[in-house]
């Protein structure tokens, strides 16, 4: 029986040899059909339901395995983050609702000018610019290398901020007075640079997902953002019936705190 691998005599604490245990089985492929329940490995293993979530806790953390409240945790699978289409998201709300710890590294944030992105916001090519460049992670695995651009006259108070623990939107609409309401998205597929491949951990057979955002607030476009997620942790939902064909606007049904 898997319990006897336990030792309850030694130093190591159950929840952890349960957890080593666990991804061992994973990696042998046993739970390629249905990972079992907390009751389940609490009787198989001989161990209390305190043992067995904080060991589903802690691969959780990991990435290896989604445990949301009231349903049976399952292994994560390569696309487990799913991004509904149409709707003004937060990009980590994704990853947390996936059950999976997220956290940033900022990589970048001053003023600069860029006339390209100026052009897009429909302003002058010497604009300054507040920028902010981060990393993305879930369950501890790079993501996403996310790139903000908004005008530094509206924005100057970010400067101050710390990325690393909090999340833009908030932050923009707490110290700047400004909130998004919605805008314009392109997502297309595209081949990483190698120093894009080194951030997200990938090798070159992996492609990614660029997502292009134009956010407005109050009717005026105040945010250029490019996004460069995982093809392989990645996926883009919309929701279709036989009466009204492709519905990608899911903010009335499903509306997204937007904290990005």
């Known amino acids: ?27 042998a492929g046993e739970f390629a059909r249905a990972f079992p329940g907390e009751l389940v490995l609490a009787a198989e293993y001989g161990v209390s339901r305190h043992t067995v979530r904080e060991a589903l806790r802690r691969l959780r953390a990991d990435g290896l395995v989604t445990a949301e409240r009231g349903r049976t945790p399952r292994l994560a699978s390569d ?10 998201y937060s990009l980590f709300a994704s990853v947390v609702a996936a059950g999976l710890v ?23 090519g010497s604009t300054p610019l507040l920028y902010l460049e981060r990393l993305r992670l879930a369950g501890e695995e790079p993501l996403a290398v996310d790139r903000v651009w908004l005008p530094a006259a509206l924005t100057t ?57 134009l956010g407005c607030a109050g009717g005026e476009p105040v945010e250029w953002r490019h996004t460069l997620v995982r093809g392989d942790r990645f996926s883009v939902v919309a929701e279709f019936s036989s009466r009204a064909g492709y519905r990608i606007d899911l903010a009335a049904s499903a509306p997204a705190r937007a904290t990005a």
């Open 102 to 124: 997220q956290r940033s590294v900022t990589q970048r944030l001053d003023i600069r000018a860029d006339a390209v992105v100026a052009a897009r916001l429909g302003l002058e």
């Open 157 to 213: 108070p970010l400067l101050a901020v710390d990325f690393d623990h909090t999340a833009l939107y908030d932050e923009l609409a707490a110290r700047c007075g400004v909130r998004l309401h919605g805008g314009r998205e392109r997502i297309s597929a595209v081949v990483p640079t190698p120093a894009e491949r080194a951030l997200l951990g990938i090798g070159a057979d992996t492609a990614a997902f660029a997502i292009e955002r």
């Open 79 to 88: 696309n487990e983050i799913e991004q509904p289409l149409g709707a003004l």
């Open 1 to 27: 029986m898997p319990s006897a691998q336990l030792d309850r005599s030694g130093p190591r604490p159950l929840w952890a040899q349960l957890r080593d245990d666990l991804m061992a089985r994973a990696d």
